[in-house]
């Protein structure tokens, strides 16, 4: 028996390491949400774009005891400000008021639990499910990436929705009438490592919100997330458009 338990205290405190060693690696940074966009127009004036993803107006979101808000070792990006977070401090405006008449399943409309609210969401954005790391990309370069935003409404309620930005078959739910999001790394460190970042949509399938294509936006889904035990299921509520444009920095 003794020989046992040592073998599975040996096992939990590897596993443990190795869960530390991976947090140790992360690279804390610093996430702006821009409310909306200016886009100048011909009169010479300008254009304000209003977000469908938009910030709590406290500022910018960085690594915590409340907030967690890093690049993993892996390359792939979170910021948490709830899902995860015990006590949530900050919180994320999102705006489901421009759904894709006919794209729930069935044919109906999409349902989403609220127009516009203020939630605790999760941000995940998994390059490393196709080959690429936030940290390796070269200065200028654009590359497509899958996201997703979780949350629970209402809050504290064990009532929880995700946001597919996720069209390729990588992902682990890929929704294929969804797009990717844009990440381009703007700005490199002394060792011409990167250590900026803009993400906005792709906009392949949800198109131009601007004359220009200054502004896109994308195709989303929208989801119910179901778990029971291991098992994790999504019921599809249907698509909507949203525009976003978020910076991450380090530090």
């Known amino acids: 028996m003794r020989k046992r338990l040592s073998l599975v205290f040996t096992i939990c405190l590897a596993l443990f ?16 949400i821009n409310d909306y966009v200016d886009v100048p127009d011909p009169a010479g004036g300008s254009q304000r ?14 690594n915590s005891k409340s907030v967690i808000s890093v690049i993993q070792s892996l390359g792939d990006w979170e ?38 609210a203020l939630v605790s969401p999760r941000f ?13 990309i070269p200065y200028g370069e654009t590359v497509l990436a899958p996201m997703t935003i979780g949350f629970y409404y209402p809050a504290g309620s064990s009532d929880q929705y995700r946001i597919h930005n996720t069209p390729g078959e990588q992902s682990i739910f890929p929704y294929t009438e ?6 381009t790394c703007t700005g490199v460190d002394a060792n011409s490592k ?28 929208l989801v119910k ?27």
């Open 17 to 32: 390491s190795t869960t530390l060693a991976q947090k140790t690696n992360d690279v804390p940074v610093t996430v702006t």
């Open 49 to 62: 774009i209003p977000m469908q993803v938009q910030s709590d107006g406290a500022g910018s979101y960085k």
């Open 79 to 116: 910021l948490d400000t709830g899902v995860t977070i015990r006590t949530p401090t900050r919180k994320v405006f999102i705006d489901f008021s421009q759904p894709i008449a006919g794209s729930a399943p069935g044919g109906g409309n999409p349902t989403a639990p609220f127009v516009t």
């Open 124 to 136: 995940r954005a998994k390059l490393s499910q196709y080959g690429l790391n936030m940290l390796t």
């Open 178 to 183: 969804t797009d990717f999001v844009d990440m």
């Open 194 to 221: 990167c250590n900026r970042w803009q993400i906005m949509p792709d906009g392949a399938k949800g198109g131009c919100v601007t004359a220009d294509c200054s502004v896109k936006r994308n195709v989303v889904k």
């Open 225 to 251: 997330v179901i778990t029971r035990g291991a098992s994790v299921t999504e019921i599809d509520l249907g698509d909507f458009y949203m525009s976003f444009a978020i910076n991450v920095t380090n530090p």
